[in-house]
């Protein structure tokens, strides 16, 4: 079944910037979604439609599209931010989830 | 404020029913235009969409699981349910309850984000 692809790990040092990127053909039609998932609890939408924040979500999470590729960008990453970080999109119809495999986040 | 909680059997024998239910309170789930939705995760691994249904009944599944899978509205006690047939040890995971925005536009919406998730309840697989 289809899938979106993410690197497995990322790793930064606090401070710097961490970049989570995130294809697939899907993406073409489809917008996307990021959440972020921390040790036992749900995960949590921090990006919506490519590029929006939710109420409550850190200035530092942005999220950008280039094509069938997005990225979700966090500045000046904080110790607190280490967790799992997934996307998601759609098929072409908008009514099937497809999540990526998720990228891990460790701040050295 | 929207809030979702899975209930059902934590443990499961394998080629049995897994049945759960998911409680929406602070809202009406007839009345909504979002898709009640289930996830899962197994242990260790990565979110995994089981599937969908619409206030109207209309479900959506993952292939995947589709002819094992039902998810059905209960409107009465506003709520909606996952029954998934014939288990084996690989269904053993975090079951999560969750909205899924709708094509509708509602502002201050996520667009179709899932956006409210239950906590999750675990079901292990086992004889």
């Known amino acids: 079944s289809a899938a979106l692809t993410q690197p497995p790990s990322v790793s930064v040092s606090p401070g710097q910037p961490a970049r989570i990127t995130c294809s697939a053909d899907e993406l073409a039609s489809q917008y996307a979604y990021w959440y972020q998932q921390k040790p036992g609890q749900a995960p949590v939408v921090i990006i919506y439609k490519d590029t929006e924040r939710p109420a409550g979500i850190p200035e530092r999470f942005s999220g950008s599209r280039s094509g069938t590729t997005v990225t979700m960008t966090i500045n000046a990453v904080q110790a607190e931010d280490e967790a799992d970080y997934y996307c998601q999109s759609a098929d072409s119809s908008g009514t099937y989830v497809i999540f990526g495999g998720g990228t891990k986040l460790t701040v050295l | 404020q929207l809030q979702l909680q899975e209930s059902g059997p934590g443990l499961v024998r394998p080629s049995e029913t897994l049945s759960l239910n998911c409680n929406v309170s602070g809202g009406a789930i007839r009345k909504s235009s979002d898709y009640w939705s289930w996830i899962r995760q197994a242990p260790g691994k990565g979110l995994e969409w089981i599937g969908s249904?619409?206030?109207?009944?209309?479900?959506y599944y993952n292939p995947s699981l589709k002819g094992r899978l039902t998810i059905s509205i209960e409107a009465s006690k506003n709520q909606f349910s996952l029954k998934l047939l014939s288990v084996t040890a690989a269904d053993s995971a975090i079951y999560y309850c969750a909205k899924r925005g709708g094509i509708v536009v509602v502002p201050g919406a996520l667009g179709r984000a899932i956006d409210v998730w239950g906590h999750g309840t675990m079901v292990i697989v086992s004889s």
């Open positions: 249904i619409y206030s109207s009944g209309t479900t």
